[in-house]
């Protein structure tokens, strides 16, 4: 599978822990995505960068999570003294290297917080 | 505020019958809407833009301004069609960010 690479895909983590996850976009110096989706619901906007610059965030980004994309190429996404309400599938997207307005999404890291 | 609503969360039609998936939007001015579809054990993927004006495996859906809307359609639904669907919507202000809706998980039963 030459997609949006994800790692890791499960973490369990008790809650007040930090966790970071990270993400390989299909190319290099497009735009990457951050979202996030829990049960019954649709994936929600966190940030998102072009090339290494952080052009958009969401208010869903409190002052606990950060994102970095040092050379625009993988992205890393952190969260820092993590709460229950942290338990959600961190979604990575990237353009693919086109840039038309397809969105290719990874298939996801799946953050329990206990 | 940029607002999608799908009001079905469950769907269960007969192989062979017309689906209808409905999407209902928020938005002050003339936003560019999607349908992303994620098949059992797979990845959220694009099925289509309402810009493109396509057909994808059988899908379409029409950009109804003047009722906000942009449900997804098939005449005959397939087996394989079975998935969870997502409407997309993104502002042309700039933003490249996607408004998703709750989805709507779609059973074709034989």
């Known amino acids: 599978d030459t997609g949006v690479s994800q790692d890791p895909r499960h973490k369990i983590t008790k809650r007040g822990q930090n966790v970071t996850f990270r993400c390989d976009p299909i190319?290099?110096?497009?735009?990457l995505y951050w979202y996030r989706q829990t049960l019954g619901q649709g994936p929600e906007f966190l940030t998102y960068?072009?090339?290494?610059?952080?052009?958009?965030k969401s208010r869903l980004l409190s002052d606990r999570f950060s994102a970095e994309r040092p050379k625009g190429s993988f992205s890393t996404l952190e969260i820092q003294r993590t709460e229950q309400g942290d338990s959600a599938m961190y979604l990575c997207?990237?353009?693919?290297?086109?840039?038309?307005?397809?969105?290719?999404f990874g298939e996801g890291s799946w953050l329990t917080v206990v | 505020a940029q607002r999608v609503t799908q009001p079905e969360k469950l769907l269960s039609v007969f192989k062979g019958a017309p689906v209808e998936l409905k999407c209902n939007y928020s938005?002050?001015?003339?936003?560019?809407l999607f349908w992303y579809v994620q098949y059992s054990r797979q990845r959220l993927q694009l099925l289509l833009r309402?810009?493109s004006r396509e057909s994808i495996k059988g899908f379409t859906a029409d950009l109804n301004k003047g009722e906000t809307s942009f449900h997804l359609k098939k005449p005959f639904a397939q087996e394989e069609d079975s998935a969870m669907y997502y409407c997309?919507?993104?502002?042309?202000?700039?933003?490249?960010?996607?408004?998703f809706g709750k989805g709507t998980k779609l059973t074709v039963n034989p």
């Open positions: 997207a990237d353009t693919g290297g086109n840039s038309g307005n397809t969105i290719y």
């Open positions: 190319s290099e110096h497009n735009r």
């Open positions: 960068f072009q090339n290494e610059a952080q052009l958009e």
């Open positions: 997309a919507l993104k502002g042309r202000g700039g933003s490249e960010k996607l408004v």
């Open positions: 309402h810009i």
């Open positions: 938005y002050s001015g003339s936003p560019e």
